[in-house]
């Protein structure tokens, strides 16, 4: 998509970092935002988190259907 060989390109792809790999390492890397708890204010960001943290433990809470399938004898 696009030319990694051009140099703005390269130094653009460089500067961005990684996304967090899941839900949980968002919500710390938003919680530990300054800049967007400035932006969308503290009441706002800490009740997302709170919902968002809630759907991740329920998320991490339960097995899915190929779990089941994949590592149980039933």
Known sequence: MYDTHDPRVAAALSAAGRLPPNLREALEALDGSAGLRRQL?????DSYLKLRRAHWQDYTSHLSHWEVKEYLDC
Do not use: E
Request: proline letters at 0%; hydrophobic letters at 40%.
């Open 41 to 45: 204010g503290n009441g706002f960001v």
